[in-house]
Structures are given as C-alpha cells and as structure tokens.
C-alpha cells in the first residue's frame, strides 16, 4: 500500500461532513443493477483488502501448523472465529463466559490463515500455550523481561500470570539467583575484543577495574594501536564499574543457565539482546537500530532499521542513575574529599585484612577514587579505604529529619 500511495502527493484536510455533498450524493447513488467484483475495485484498495498480517509475522512453521491446527479444534477458538465473522453483539453479558476476555479486545482481533490476531500477536490456543511459554523463557529472563517479550508477541487470557507462574517455578533461575566470577585469560581477551570492535567499531572509551587482565604491557600497547583512552576504577570497590559489573552478571546468568538446561548459548544470547529493556528498546535495537531475526515469531517491521529515541534512551538512563544515587546516599557516610600530597591511612587488602597502612595520596582520580602511594607500591583505591592521617577517627552525631522518623547519620571526619 505505501508503494502504491508513493505516486501521490499526499494533502490531508479536515472536511466537515455536511460539506462533503458530492461524496454524500454518491454514496446514496449506488448502480443495483450489476454486483461489485473484485475487478471493478481500484488496485489500491485491493492492497489494502488483501494485507496479510500473518505473513509479516515471522515464525517457525510448524509452531504455526501446530497452532492453526490447534485453533481448529479449540472451542473458544471456533466461538471466538464467529463473533470475528458474524459481529459481536452490543451487550457484554450475552457473550460465553470463554470468550469474555476477549469482549474488549473485539475491535483488534481478526483472521487470517485460520489463525486468529490481535494486531501483530497471535492468539494461541489453550494447547499450545505451554510450549510457547516455554519458547518465551528460552534464555531464563526474568519475570519482566519476559512478560514484555510475550506482549510483543502473543495474546491469551491471564497471559501475565502464567509467565509469572512459570517464571517463579523454574528451577534453572532460581538455583542461579547470584552468579560467581569467573576469569578470561589476557590474549583470549584481547582476541575476543577485536571481533568485537570489527563487528561493531571501535569505542573510544573503555571502562574497567583494575583487574589483573586490564593491566600490563600487552593491553596497554592494544589500547595504543586501537586508540582507546582506557580509564580504570579502583578495584575491591565493584560500584564505581557498576554499568560493566551488571552488564556481565546479566550475560553470565543467561550463559549458565542455557548450559544448565542444555541449550544453545548463542541462542540464549540473541534471545536476551532482542527482549525490550524497561525503556521499550532491546539492547539489538540500542546497538543496531532493529531487532535481530530468532527462533521466536517477530513482526517483520520489527526487523526493519528503526529510529531509536537516542534521548529517551538517555533520559532513562539519567533517572535511573538519579533513583541509584537516592538509595546510595541514603545509606552512604558522607566522606570529605581528599587532596593531592595528603597524609593517609589505606587498607591494601581490604578483602583480606582490616590492617590500615600509612601512604600518600598522589593521584585524585575522581571525587571517590584516589591513587595512593604506600609500602613502596600505589594503588588505586575508592575513598571507602582511605582514612585522613592527620587527624584522628571521631565519631560526630548529626541528625537528619526523614518523614516524621529520626534517623541518625554518622559522619566519620
Ligand atoms: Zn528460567
């Protein structure tokens, strides 16, 4: 249809309808005497009759044979196929009780190929609900992510509630709530690096810790001939790197709970990257602007080069990070900033030993972390490690007015 309006120059005006007489005056004018066929029509709305949805849907055909013929035989199918052919009556109450949920939705349900739509969602019948469910959860999502990835592409009553039901009672997430550390070793990483950057460009900046990995002669001559600025968070101190630490916790839980259950990680992968995040984009989208083709049924102009609202994305992302900083600070000491050449007190194990070591700060690298000379070493460190040497600890009281309940504040000087 777009490619037939495209020889038009298209002007839209509002038209009062006691303004329109010629077109009033047809349509009461209608020739009886022959009957319309589909030859007298304009091509243009013949395009427009012979849309098929279906065919835009892109989904594994024998899941589609499974639900054509499952629609045939289902009850609430074949009631809900008459009221899509014959109208639906105009009281709610005289509908069976089976296709009541569907009452409101009337207007957006239609047919094609023996298979009933509501707009670009199938309505799968109660036989196949299972196996869908099961195709949804492919890559283990959360309860969230999966409920959206099911409004993208199928309907059925209380559909909320059996993904929910199925997400709880699935054993492969809930052995694999938290998820350990594992290491890569350091040519391995690089290696994995560039395929990366040839697929996807090379990024200017690279955030990380300071894992044994990110330091040393091999990736510092890499970051030189890629030309990345590489900057480094203090290690021992995980949220100063938190965008990378819940990026790779969410990819390592999909990974491990896809070998757990036996199935293709890539899969798994590709299924997460096209599941909408909170802000209605995949991370596909984000990276490519478009979803990537999978095993799971996909509207055909989802696969198309969209848009991307660049800055909803980012207005996201900034309320989120003001939601993190609320809860943080709340909870946070409040902890005075230090200077370059200051006097302090480090811990250099503070995984290991509370030991405190005295050194020098001789690097502010932000306003939480320092880089510290001691013991004849230096060492990145968060502020949370760092004590003032000059003066010593004290505890000192203020008290902050929180709706209606005190709380007690310890700012430690
Ligand atoms: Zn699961």
Known sequence: MILSLQRYDL????????????????????????????????????TIEEVNVLQGIDIQSNLLDRIKQATQKDETCQILKLHIVNGWPSEKSTVMECVKPFYALRAELVIQDGVIL???????????????????????????????????????????????????????????????????????????????????????????????????????QFMKAYNIIHATSAPYHHESNGKAESAIKIAKNVIKKALEDGKDIWLALLDWRNTPQTDGYAPSQKALGRRTRSILPVAACQLQLQTVDTKKIRENIELRKVKSNFYHDRKAQELPMLLRGQEVYVQLKPQKTSEWSRGRITEVLSDRDYRVAANGGSYPRNRKFLRDACTPIQIEESTVQESGNQTTLYVIR
């Not at 002007?11 to 066929?37: F, H, W």
């Not at 409920?147 to 993208?152: E, F, M, S, Y």
């Not at 890569?184 to 200017?204: A, Y």
Request: charged content about 30%; glycine content about 4%.
């Open 11 to 46: 002007q839209v005006q509002y038209v009062k309808g006691k303004d329109l007489i010629l077109a009033d005056t047809l349509s009461r004018n209608i020739d009886d005497s022959k009957p319309v066929t589909a030859e007298d029509c304009d091509p243009l709305w013949r």
């Open 118 to 220: 509501r707009g670009n969602r199938i309505v799968v019948p109660a036989e196949n609900r299972q196996d869908v469910l099961k195709l949804l959860h492919y890559s283990h999502q959360g309860e969230q992510a999966t409920l959206r990835k099911a409004r993208d592409i199928v309907c059925w009553p209380n559909l909320n509630d059996h993904v929910q039901n199925m997400v709880k009672a699935c054993g492969i997430c809930n052995q694999y709530k938290n998820c350990q550390q594992y290491e890569e070793k350091k040519t391995e990483l690089i290696d994995r690096c560039k395929k990366n950057f040839s697929r996807l460009g090379v990024p200017r900046k690279i955030i990380t810790d300071s894992a044994k990995q990110f330091v040393g002669k091999e990736w510092a």
